[in-house]
């Protein structure tokens, strides 16, 4: 499985943006992706879950973004949006976003990342 992030950039506090991902080919086993997630890292810090989508229906936010970020699966297949409002400087960092089979395995594919910059 490979996945393809977009949408990150650059933007002033307050300011808006939406990230995609978009995850082809085929798991092992060739097993349905039923969870797709965000993460997002700062340089010199882990790597934290920032948002994830269960089966399509069910999602979870991190307490730092609950209330100003949605995601939500596209209208494709295997595909996650997160929507990104009032944005603050804290939030930059590099996105990333991820799939697994399932709530009981592992977070085994990742997308490139993206940058998202938030300037005061």
């Known amino acids: ?8 950039g650059a933007v ?5 943006l939406t990230l995609s991902c978009t995850a082809s080919g085929r ?3 060739n097993r349905d992706i039923h969870d797709m997630g965000w993460f ?3 340089l010199g810090k882990e790597r934290e879950s920032v948002a994830t989508i269960m089966s399509g229906r069910v999602s979870y936010y991190s307490d730092s973004v609950k209330g100003r970020f949605t995601i939500s699966r596209g209208n494709a297949k295997n595909t996650a ?8 400087p804290e939030d930059t960092a590099v996105y990333y976003c991820a799939a697994r089979i399932n709530r ?8 490139q990342g993206t940058l998202v910059t938030v300037s005061s």
Do not use: I, P
């Open 1 to 8: 499985v490979q996945l393809q992030a977009s949408g990150g």
């Open 12 to 16: 002033q506090a307050g300011g808006s």
């Open 27 to 29: 798991t092992s086993g």
């Open 40 to 42: 997002r890292q700062v």
């Open 81 to 88: 949006v997160l929507q990104m409002n009032d944005l603050r």
């Open 104 to 111: 009981f395995t592992e977070w085994a594919y990742w997308g």
